[in-house]
């Protein structure tokens, strides 16, 4: 089994080495940037862990399948924050706001190809497993981003709605990620599903507490500027558990106040500072934060059930280090 500092050593130098090619330098200089500014990697790092579960060493093919995923997941970073408007990423301009929409496009398309190149690197007894996971894939995290939009224009979804769009934009990379390390390294079907279940649930905790760090979180910590979902009057976990309490008239709070708040328009800076507080100020009579928190440990303790008994070499140690990658991927909401 391979040691998680090795796999981070790893990473480190696969993005400080990665290369795109040098013309057109408007076409490729944005993803030089949205590599440069980092990230947590999480994903290419999940696909590596699940790779040492199995084998004792790092190879060109697994670590070029790990960059794929981090190079598709950059790709949809830039066309989500030109849909979010967002301006800041991982405390840096987004691409759309440092060069512009045009551009931001046409990098990201160029990401996305350049990420299935990478994919190809993959033996060819696994390359049609490792295509079709990452094509199935890349198709779900588009209906989630699809139904993430929706969402935007409707006074309401259910809960259940909200968890089946996450599990598309974000629980299905995660997922993938696990599994193709799995695969890749000859793990079993058995195996391989349980590391998808375990990266899928985990994705749900992930984005839970994204939720919950964009509403609670620091900025200077978080990378972009606190309270977007609020100001884009997104359906988060958080606004939709919100509604469920209120419309059960728990903490004071009545439904009507809540969508008013949140469908507010916002549009100078001290008014967007003001729908922030407001509807934060309703989310704390509602305790919503500390019930994200609870979902989040709800969530991450299903994720960890999902891989009991994998047939690793050394099943002990891979419950051990794969219970530690969650503790990392949500210990500030949790």
């Given at each position: 089994m391979i040691e998680d500092k090795a796999i981070t050593e790893a990473i480190s130098r696969l993005f400080e080495?990665?290369?795109?090619?040098?013309?057109?330098?408007?076409?490729?200089?944005?993803?030089?940037?949205?590599i440069s500014i980092g990230g947590k990697r999480l994903r290419p790092h999940l696909c590596l862990l699940a790779w040492s579960l199995y084998r004792d060493a790092l190879s060109p093919e697994v670590l070029d399948c790990a960059a794929a995923l981090e190079v598709f997941h950059t790709f949809t970073l830039i066309h989500d924050d030109i849909m979010d408007r967002s301006p800041m990423r991982r405390a840096h301009d987004t691409v759309?706001?440092?060069?512009?929409?045009?551009?931001?496009?046409?990098?990201?398309?160029?990401?996305?190809?350049?990420s299935y190149r990478r994919l190809c690197s993959a033996p060819a007894p696994?390359?049609?497993?490792?295509?079709?996971?990452?094509?199935?894939?890349?198709?779900?995290?588009?209906?989630g981003q699809q139904y993430d939009m929706d969402f935007e224009s409707l006074p309401r979804v259910s809960k259940s709605e909200y968890m089946e769009m996450i599990g598309l934009k974000?629980?299905?990379?995660?997922?993938?990620?696990?599994?193709?390390?799995?695969?890749?390294?000859?793990?079993?079907?058995?195996?391989a599903g349980k590391l998808y279940d375990y990266g899928y649930t985990l994705g749900l905790a992930f984005q839970v507490a994204?939720?919950?760090l964009d509403t609670y979180g620091d900025s200077a910590v978080f990378g972009k500027p606190i309270g977007g979902d609020?100001?884009?009057?997104?359906?988060?976990w958080l606004f939709m558990h919100a509604l469920d309490k209120a419309e059960s008239l728990q903490g004071g709070i009545d439904a009507e106040t809540l969508l008013r708040e949140m469908a507010f328009e916002a549009v100078s800076e001290e008014e967007k500072a003001a729908k922030i507080a407001k509807v934060r100020a309703l989310y704390d009579a509602l305790g919503v934060g500390e019930d994200a928190r609870a979902e989040v440990r709800r969530l991450s303790a299903l994720a960890l059930d999902a891989v009991s008994g994998l047939a690793a070499p050394d099943a002990y140690a891979a419950a051990g280090r794969l219970r530690a990658f969650a503790d990392a991927l949500?210990?500030?909401?949790?």
């Open positions: 080495e990665i290369e795109f090619p040098a013309q057109p330098t408007g076409l490729y200089d944005p993803l030089r940037y949205m759309w706001k440092k060069w512009d929409e045009d551009t931001a496009i046409l990098s990201g398309d160029v990401m996305c190809i350049d696994v390359l049609s497993e490792v295509l079709s996971l990452f094509s199935d894939m890349a198709a779900k995290v588009c209906e974000t629980g299905a990379l995660i997922a993938a990620s696990a599994k193709m390390g799995a695969v890749l390294a000859g793990a079993s079907a058995g195996d994204d939720d919950y609020i100001l884009n009057g997104k359906k988060t949500v210990g500030r909401a949790k």
